[in-house]
């Protein structure tokens, strides 16, 4: 079974950056796609970018950030630069199949979800 291990969150003053990371195990890393979608408090749940091979898409309001991947670390990152209070939220990593990113972004629903990593930019 997927497990997604989330890293990489904290306080960061806006303007700021931060990379998260995801380590993936319990599959072969590239039989999936995989995501970042956060959560404020009160706020519905977002899709922010998603990769699958060397393909990549990101949420075109999030375009300050930047999904990319280490097949030989089974590790996903999301790169964060510019960041602004109203990025605070619980930021996931997901595994998923059978989506094209695109739609998976609109809709960041997956079988598999890490335990999230909160970020905080203060103003």
């Known amino acids: 079974e997927v497990q997604l291990q989330a890293s990489g969150g904290g306080l960061v003053q806006a303007g700021g950056s931060l990379t998260l990371s995801c380590v993936v195990s319990?599959?072969?890393?590239?039989?999936?796609?995989y995501g970042w979608f956060r959560q404020a408090p009160g706020k519905e749940r977002e899709g922010v970018a998603c990769?699958?091979?060397?393909?990549e898409y990101v949420n075109p309001a999030q375009s300050r950030f930047t999904i990319s991947s280490d097949n030989a670390k089974n590790t996903v990152f999301l790169q964060m630069n510019s960041l602004k209070p109203e990025d605070t939220a619980i930021y996931y990593c997901?595994?998923?199949?059978?989506?094209?990113?695109?739609?998976?972004?609109?809709?960041?629903?997956?079988?598999?979800w890490g335990q999230g990593t909160l970020v905080t930019v203060s103003s």
């Open positions: 990769i699958s091979g060397r393909t």
């Open positions: 319990g599959v072969v890393f590239d039989s999936y796609a």
């Open positions: 997901a595994a998923f199949r059978g989506r094209l990113l695109r739609q998976w972004v609109s809709n960041p629903v997956s079988k598999y």
